[in-house]
């Protein structure tokens, strides 16, 4: 049997990129600062290709969001050149904490997939954990939501994207009743 695999929603994703915009809008500001304002050339050449580079990521999001009314990564990408321009410049303390952002943000990003298999199921916490058959009380999908609760008195319940999941929840149901049997 094949795995059943349900994608959660992950309802945080817009203010994300939000917060993530907001971030590189500061970042860039600082940038159009420091090329106006810095007497050192290493420092102005950095900031003006960092401001260029931003605006050009942020360009292709946008345009790649309205268009093809996809979600993209190109404000990840601008992160990282943030984060590169700033250790150019020479405030490597500064990159670090802009790249640790991006990568948050990368992590936020990603397709939240459960896998219901014989062996265990795979939940997508940070990191990912696996919850074997032995540790649950009860697992059920329905109505849009999988509900999980575990004997060590925890109930995890996440609302389903049903655009992305076609799983029949007799089916499921069924072979999740069988599992915990065992």
């Known amino acids: 049997m094949q795995p059943f695999e349900i994608t959660l929603k992950n309802d945080k994703r817009k203010q994300y990129d939000t917060i993530a915009l907001f971030i590189i809008i500061i970042n860039l500001a600082l940038f159009i600062y420091l090329a106006i304002s810095s007497d050192i050339k290493s420092i102005r050449i950095s900031a003006i290709t960092g401001i260029i580079f931003i605006i050009i990521s942020l360009a292709i999001d946008f345009f790649i969001t309205k268009a093809k009314q996809k979600d993209s990564h190109f404000k990840i990408i601008a992160e990282y050149i943030v984060a590169l321009s700033w250790f150019q410049m020479g405030f490597w303390w500064m990159g670090i904490a802009i790249a640790l952002l991006g990568a948050l943000h990368f992590i936020s990003k990603r397709q ?13 916490s940070f990191p990912k954990k696996n919850l074997a058959w032995a540790e649950l009380n009860n697992i059920v999908l329905k109505d849009g939501l999988l509900t999980i609760d575990l004997k060590n008195n925890r109930f995890i319940q996440q609302p389903i994207d049903e655009m992305k999941t076609s799983v029949n929840e007799a089916e499921f149901n069924d072979f999740c009743r069988e599992q915990l049997k065992k």
């Open 112 to 124: 939240l997939l459960v896998s219901v298999v014989k062996k265990h199921i795979s939940y997508p």
